[in-house]
């Protein structure tokens, strides 16, 4: 079955600078991998998402890459604010079902 | 749209009791997805419903059970309680687009078991 794998766990970046976060999978069939944040206290929320026939899309300060070949996507935050201190979590979708990464926990420093 | 609702938000249960949370997906969907999250993990899948039939099934023991009505409403019930089963308990709505769902989740309800 499908396994999706995150790096970093947790990510500390100076406010203003870019953050990176990637996610491989296993299951060469997945064809949609959307990324979410969750804020504490809340649900995740959906931020952007990639399906598989395009390599990158991006919104605002927010885009994601999906590279098909060698099976990794990443989320790229450019010009990080406070409001950007979350957890972010990726997913791979496979015959409907949503594959999820553990997390990781982006913090921005003043 | 009115975006997915879950009650309650906080629930205090003591060690074998029992509990039930109810989600209310967004209106038009017909499908929600529930979902177990613990301090420092990730999302742990425990069941999808569609159309009343659960679809898929995660790897959680048979207290941890489902159901969903003609209204799409849905609710999970979790039997004789364990202090492990505190956890912050997540329902996603589901929109269908071609091959794949789209989820967008509740606030969630937060179980505490003493």
């Known amino acids: 079955g499908e396994n999706v794998e995150q790096h970093p766990s947790t990510l500390s970046v100076q406010e203003g600078d870019s953050a990176v976060i990637k996610c491989t999978y296993s299951d060469s069939a997945s064809n949609y991998f959307p990324w979410y944040k969750q804020e504490l206290g809340k649900g995740p929320q959906l931020i952007i998402d990639i399906r598989s026939n395009v390599g990158e899309k991006k919104d605002q300060r927010i885009a994601v890459t999906l590279n098909k070949t060698a099976k990794h996507f990443s989320l790229h935050i450019t010009e990080t604010q406070p409001e950007d201190s979350a957890v972010y979590f990726c997913a791979a979708s496979s015959n409907y079902q949503l594959i999820w990464g553990a997390g990781t926990k982006l913090i921005i420093k003043p | 749209k009115a975006g997915v609702t879950q009650t309650p938000r906080y629930l205090i249960k003591t060690r074998g009791q029992q509990v039930t949370l109810s989600c209310s997906p967004i209106?038009?969907?017909?499908?929600v997805s529930w979902y177990q999250q613990t301090p420092g993990q990730g999302l742990q899948f425990l069941f999808e419903?569609?159309?009343?039939?659960?679809?898929n099934k995660g790897n959680f023991p048979g207290r941890f059970s489902g159901r969903q009505f003609s209204n799409s409403r849905s609710e999970m019930n979790v039997s004789t309680l364990e202090l492990g089963d505190s956890a912050l308990y997540l329902c996603a709505s589901l929109r269908t687009s071609g091959s794949l769902n789209e989820q967008f989740f509740g606030p969630g309800t937060r179980l505490t078991v003493l």
């Open positions: 209106s038009g969907h017909r499908s």
């Open positions: 419903y569609f159309s009343e039939t659960q679809r």
